[in-house]
């Protein structure tokens, strides 16, 4: 989990993961399903999404600029995981952002 809240912005991968930590996947897998109750997969993203939310509180409008800084590499697939994890769309939290600064 911290190699993850580290490396979030990078390509990780849960075999290659598993293999820095001279673990097998399967027993990586367990242990994230034993200590966070969640899978690698669903705790990268929030860990991503998590802080998709800080940039753009603090100010960074650019889709493409806070997509790529939190990992990925389509603007559209990163809308999509910002939807389901906050559960509102990526234009909303945009739109609250420009309110207030005016």
Same mark, same amino acid.
């Given at each position: 989990m911290a190699?993850?809240a580290?490396e979030? *912005?990078? &390509?990780?991968?849960l075999d290659t993961?598993? @293999?820095?930590?001279?673990s097998? *996947? &399967?027993?990586?897998q367990?242990a994230?399903a034993?200590?966070?109750?969640?899978?690698?997969?669903t705790?990268?993203?929030?860990? @991503?999404?998590? &802080?998709a939310?800080?940039?753009?509180?603090?100010?960074?409008?650019r889709?493409?600029?806070v #997509?790529?800084a939190?990992g990925y590499?389509?603007p #559209?697939?990163f #809308?999509k995981?910002?939807?389901r994890h906050?559960?509102?769309?990526?234009?909303a #939290?945009?739109g609250?952002?420009?309110?207030?600064?005016?």
């Open positions: 190699i993850l580290l979030y *912005p990078e &390509r990780l991968e993961l598993a @293999r820095r930590l001279a097998s *996947p &399967r027993q990586l367990r994230f034993e200590a966070g109750r969640t899978s690698f997969r705790y990268l993203r929030q860990v @991503r999404m998590e &802080r939310g800080e940039l753009l509180r603090d100010g960074s409008p889709v493409w600029e #997509a790529e939190v590499s389509q #559209a697939q #809308a995981a910002f939807r906050h559960g509102y769309a990526l234009s #939290a945009l609250s952002q420009t309110e207030q600064a005016a």
